[in-house]
């Protein structure tokens, strides 16, 4: 039986984006909607990861005014 893991909330999921559990065509959709920014489909998907998460944090960073 799997032990009920309690959830860690992990960089990049600030709300609720699983990028893990994306394909790198719906991480890459993803970003494209939300920031207007096409990543490249050649990219490996830990480099995507990696630029997603870069996106979506400097989003939330840019909230404070």
Known sequence: AMAA???EPTAGSAD???LQAMTK???ITAMQ???GVLLDRGLSKS???AAAR???QA???????
């Open 5 to 7: 893991a309690v959830e």
């Open 25 to 27: 065509a719906a991480i």
């Open 16 to 18: 609720g984006m699983d």
């Open 47 to 49: 480099a995507l990861l």
């Open 33 to 35: 909607q939300r920031h």
């Open 54 to 56: 870069e996106l979506e």
């Open 59 to 65: 989003e939330h960073g840019s909230v404070a005014r």
